[in-house]
């Protein structure tokens, strides 16, 4: 089971890597590219933190307790890998 998820993380970032290559020229100067895997970083952060507020608000569900939960976006734990994952691509 864990192969079968590992092959679908692979497969989504590897179809977001070359969306992204298709979409986008290489880099002119590696300051450039350093500043493009900064942004993807800060990205990553955000999504990070949705995904802290969006695990936050099941375990209180979880706890049984009513506290309202306001999410700018859903993350999901796969839309996370694919964001990381592409991240990690991105840099090599």
Not at 3 to 8: C, G
Not at 36 to 57: D, G, P, Q, R, T
Request: aromatic share 8%; glycine share 2%.
């Amino acid at each position: 089971m864990m192969q079968k998820l590992k092959e679908e993380i692979t497969a989504a970032a590897n179809k977001e890597l070359n969306r992204a290559n298709e979409q986008f020229p290489l880099f002119n100067s590696k300051h450039e590219g350093a500043a493009v895997i900064y942004e993807e970083l800060e990205e990553s952060k955000e999504a990070l933190e949705s995904l802290e507020l969006s695990f936050k608000c099941l375990w209180e569900e979880v706890r049984g307790k009513e506290t309202p939960c306001y999410l700018k976006e859903e993350i999901t734990p796969l839309k996370l890998a694919d964001i990381t994952w592409a991240l990690i691509l991105w840099t090599l």
